[in-house]
């Protein structure tokens, strides 16, 4: 259920719209968009805007400029994307508030499109500071906010705005909410969740709250190594997190007691070096050599995996079974991608990389959904408030 106005239910004929969004889409070396995913996920937002007849004034961050202005990650190219595929001018300003913004904000036509540029270029911007966001409010009637990827974030432009404007969520926001309060909301079961990636400290809060909802849990990626070391194996060279050894030898501990499945591999492949040209083979987890990489989950274990998800009403995947760029390292999260793709039932995919890798292997039209969050993704399914989600008003 989605208790915040959306754009749906407010007035945005003649209005100037204060429209975040979440641009930040990898560039190529060129410094072209190199994945314009998340550019055309707002697309259905800023048509039924611009169609209503509202100024649309576009928000959105692009990389960690810290504050500073950083060449590297202007908005251009990003304005340069949008006006193709919306086929039709957008007006990109070299300034995120300004007096000359002001200008041509009160210039333009409703129904203009005008980009800011990089949010992130002024220190106000992750500070939340309140000048900063008033005066960005002061360009606008109305605040919409379509960037579920910074949703957990309480920035000015996703907060800070909220208390100055009538504030409602646009079409891409609404989805993502309601796609993944499936998972939380009486799942078909049986629902498995099959979580990989690099970091246990990223999916722990996920792996936690997961442990109460799902039947089965598998674990891959290079996190799976912090649980097999706390298990007592020898892991090598494998990536491991110390700090959470602790942390995860709990959470063994609470599966034994809680009515739920969790997996670890069996096997792995492993390397002796990060690189396509590496040396590589097939080990059981019990035999990982001290000077090699476990970087991927073995054939035995994508077997084991892929048959308990064909099992599965329900599947939620975050995070690659392994170093899934290199190819002798990518058939791990090859074989997960093509049993969520086979799977009927209800399907999520969280996660930059995760959807990096359905694409890969062209399977990313065969699952019922690609968050395009990924922190925001993981916050919100272990149960954390989205700040820019709550400062919107109800409805
Ligand atoms: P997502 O973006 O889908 O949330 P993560 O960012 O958590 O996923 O993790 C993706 C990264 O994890 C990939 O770049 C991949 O190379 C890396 N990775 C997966 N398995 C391993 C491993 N065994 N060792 C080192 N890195 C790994
Ligand atoms: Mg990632």
Not at 178 to 186: A, F, G, H, P
Not at 328 to 333: I, K, L, N, R, V
């Amino acid at each position: 259920m989605f208790t915040k106005k959306t754009i749906e239910d407010i007035e945005v004929k003649n209005k100037a719209v204060l429209l975040r969004v979440d641009f930040n889409v990898p560039l190529s070396k060129d410094g072209e968009v190199r994945d314009d995913t998340r550019i055309r996920a707002a697309l259905p937002t800023i048509n039924y805007l611009t169609e209503n007849k509202a100024k649309v004034i576009i928000v959105s961050h692009l990389g960690r400029p810290k504050g500073i202005f950083d060449p590297a990650v202007k908005l251009d190219p990003v304005a340069r994307s949008l006006s193709r595929l919306l086929k039709r001018k957008v007006i990109k300003v070299d300034q995120t508030v300004s007096e000359k913004v002001k200008e041509i904000v009160s210039k333009s036509s409703f129904g203009d499109i005008i980009l800011l540029e990089n949010i992130r270029f002024n220190p106000g911007e992750t500070k939340n500071d309140p000048d900063f966001a008033k005066n960005l409010a002061e360009l606008a009637d109305i605040f919409v906010n379509d960037a579920f990827g910074t949703a957990h974030r309480a920035h000015a432009s996703t907060v800070g705005v909220t208390k100055y404007l009538p504030s409602v969520a646009g079409f891409c926001l609404v989805k993502e909410v309601i796609n993944l309060s499936r998972l939380l909301e009486n799942p078909a079961r049986p629902f498995c969740v099959i979580l990989g990636g690099n970091k246990v400290s990223d999916k722990i809060g996920v792996i936690k709250r997961f442990m109460e909802i799902v039947d089965c849990i598998l674990l891959g990626g290079g996190m799976c190594f912090t649980f097999l070391k706390a298990k007592g194996y020898n892991i090598g060279k494998s990536i491991c997190q110390d700090d959470y050894l602790d942390e995860a030898k709990k959470l063994l501990k609470k599966v034994e007691n809680n009515n739920v499945d969790l997996y670890l591999p069996e096997d792995v492949v492993a390397a002796d070096s990060i690189s396509e040209s590496a040396s590589f083979k097939v080990f059981s987890v019990t035999e990982i050599p001290s000077d090699w990489y476990g970087l991927d989950i073995g054939p035995k274990t994508t077997e084991l995996f892929k048959k308990i998800i064909k099992k599965a009403q329900t599947a939620f995947w975050n995070g690659p079974m392994g170093v899934f760029e290199l190819e002798p390292f990518s058939h791990g999260t090859e074989g997960i991608c093509q049993a969520l793709a086979d799977l009927k039932g209800v399907t999520i995919v969280g996660g930059g990389d995760s959807d990096a890798a359905l694409r890969k292997f062209d399977l990313e039209d065969k699952v019922s959904f690609v968050s395009t969050g990924g922190g925001a993704c993981l916050r919100f399914l272990e149960g954390s408030e989205l700040p820019g989600l709550e400062a919107l008003d109800d409805k």
